[in-house]
């Protein structure tokens, strides 16, 4: 990235001059990287300290901020849930003396880093949850810029390959500083289905409830989830059963988001236009996972009886219902 000049403003997003904030002392570019590898390191050991110190207590906590209108869609209650455990662990004091956990967090560990590393690390607190979109993805660089869209302020963030991120996507989580960049924290939501206009009035009406989207993070965020998920309408209980039970086995095998949305958008289609008559889920699931594997991704080496022990299921059936996905669907 390019070098920080010291009247700019510093990356850490503080508000002042570099020269007065994170530039105070001159450091060089191996200094830059290794107050970054601090950071990084810091962050999974906040991840590990959330989680495993604070589990039980934690997992009340989520509980307590459940949404009816999720109830009935577990794959999104897990969404939510992710994203109330960012929101939680830095802006709900429930432990002892009103502290939030990484008020804690911050006692224990900050005594551990560089001055330089300490200084970014103590910002974190000031960050909140938020909805961006991409703006744009460089290879290359491995970078993205995202645009908060109640702000339009402009960020760069990592972009690696395994991030799917698309330009047009909405974004929510809580951004941190780095030097000359910022990341999200503990995990990002990723958004496809959502156009930046419905997403904008969204974050408007929250802004301007008393407290703001910040005060009311879990509403907005329940919303924001049940606004992508209405464009999917299920006639039979069976159809949606069979978009989860294969949306469950892409994510055990780390398929991107962004796949395994096209692949419940596609048996949704062929469940709207054929309505079929369902006796053995998982052979209709298995059969639309391999209609993903070598129509979506590609996938030429993975074969029908592979797949048919994943499932517990018969490759002849496997055949059978692939064969009447591809007459629906075709080739992808």
Known sequence: ????????????????KYKKCCGANTINTNQFKSTNEELNYIHQELISFTINKYETKLNKQIKSYQKSSL????????????GLIIWIMFHVAFLENNKTIFDNFYRIYASKLSPQAKNILSKWAESTPSAYE?????????????????????????????????????????????????????????LYRQDSSAMNELVDKY????????????????????QGADELKWDHPFHE????????????????DRIIMEGVKH???????ENPIIQKPNSYAAALEYFVQRSILGNSSITQ?????????????VSTN??????VLGNQ
């Open 305 to 317: 009886k592979q797949i048919a022990e994943e499932y517990n299921t018969s490759p002849g059936s």
């Open 1 to 16: 990235m390019s070098k920080i000049k010291r009247n700019d403003p510093c990356p850490c997003g503080s508000g002042k």
């Open 267 to 273: 048996w949704n289609k062929y469940c709207q236009q």
């Open 71 to 82: 109830q009935d869609n577990g794959a999104i209650t897990d969404v939510y849930n992710t």
């Open 207 to 226: 802004n301007q409830a008393s407290g703001g989207l910040h005060e009311h993070f879990p509403e907005f965020l329940a919303d924001a989830l049940m």
């Open 134 to 190: 991409v703006t744009s993805v460089e290879h290359k660089k491995q970078v993205a810029a995202i645009k908060e869209i109640s702000t339009n302020k402009i960020y760069i963030i990592p972009s690696h390959k395994k991030d799917e991120l698309i330009v047009g996507s909405i974004i929510i989580g809580s951004l941190v500083p780095f030097i000359n960049y910022h990341n999200f924290v503990y995990t990002m939501i990723k």
């Open 241 to 256: 059963e069979i978009g989860q039970l294969l949306a469950n086995h892409l994510v055990e095998k780390d398929i991107s």
């Open 322 to 327: 692939f064969r009447k996905l591809s007459n």
